[in-house]
């Protein structure tokens, strides 16, 4: 049964908020910026944006996506992120079958939005979100259910080892960021990763198959294309299925 004490409504609210601050998050932290000491401004004219202005997916719609001062076009992107990040709230507030899996599965994505942004722009995942993503698990997990912290960590070393050893055979295809985030999420899924690292996979062949057939052989082998999004997008299945996934699997044997 899914845990009814955090409403699905309250975590949408709650959410859209946490989505305009993993936009800054994700603007900021590869350009060295502070996350936190200053205030968020127009990208065109440079003037700081009000408290009204900045209030998540209404005021961009108030405005029709352009600034209140100059008039440039503000990003779609920023709605979209708010919008996603509080879905995806919902959904993990609605798939949870307790306070552990609420717990990390709203820890987790709160992480994997910002890293899956920063991985289309800059093609890298940065130690600064990886690092107290794990440190996170580890606490939750070890406050809300000891227990589980075992297969938490053998699925976190699994999935991690597996990229690993992937980053090492293939390193033009597998970036150590990889691993890291392979990694992380085995801590928060725990036997739930596999069927994510095999979502991933899967989508990964098939956008880069995609890319081959427009672009051609030769080109597309060389189209650099991030494999962050592609562990975000098996993370979130595995959430919302993964055990059940595990489970019809097992069942089969």
Request: with cysteine; charged share 15%; hydrophobic share 60%.
């Amino acid at each position: 049964m899914p845990v009814l004490a955090l409403p699905a409504g309250t975590a949408l609210l709650f959410s859209l908020l946490v989505g305009s601050f993993l936009n800054v998050v994700a603007w900021r932290l590869p350009r060295g910026e502070s996350l936190v000491l200053s205030r968020s401004k127009c990208p065109s004219c440079g003037v700081q944006i009000g408290a009204l202005d900045n209030i998540p997916l209404l005021s961009w719609l108030a405005l029709r996506g352009r600034c209140r001062r100059c008039a440039a076009p503000i990003s779609a992107r920023y709605p979209i992120v708010e919008a996603v990040t509080a879905l995806l709230y919902v959904a993990v507030v609605l798939a949870a079958d307790g306070p552990r899996e609420l717990a990390l599965g709203l820890l987790l994505v709160t992480f994997l939005v910002p890293i899956t942004l920063i991985d289309l722009d800059h093609r890298r995942i940065p130690n600064a979100l990886t690092a107290p993503a794990a440190l996170a698990a580890a606490a939750a997990i070890a406050l809300l259910e000891p227990a589980w912290l075992p297969e938490a960590l053998i699925a976190g070393a699994a999935a991690g080892g597996f990229f690993l050893v992937s980053a090492v055979l293939y390193p033009r295809g597998m970036g150590m960021g990889d691993v890291k985030l392979a990694g992380v999420l085995g801590l928060y899924l725990g036997r739930a990763v596999a069927p994510a690292l095999f979502v991933a996979l899967v989508a990964g062949v098939l956008v880069g198959a995609a890319i081959v057939v427009r672009k051609g052989a030769a080109e597309g082998r060389r189209t650099a294309v991030p494999f962050g999004p592609f562990l975000a997008l098996g993370a979130v299945v595995a959430l919302v299925a993964g055990d059940a996934l595990v489970d019809a699997y097992l069942a089969r044997f």
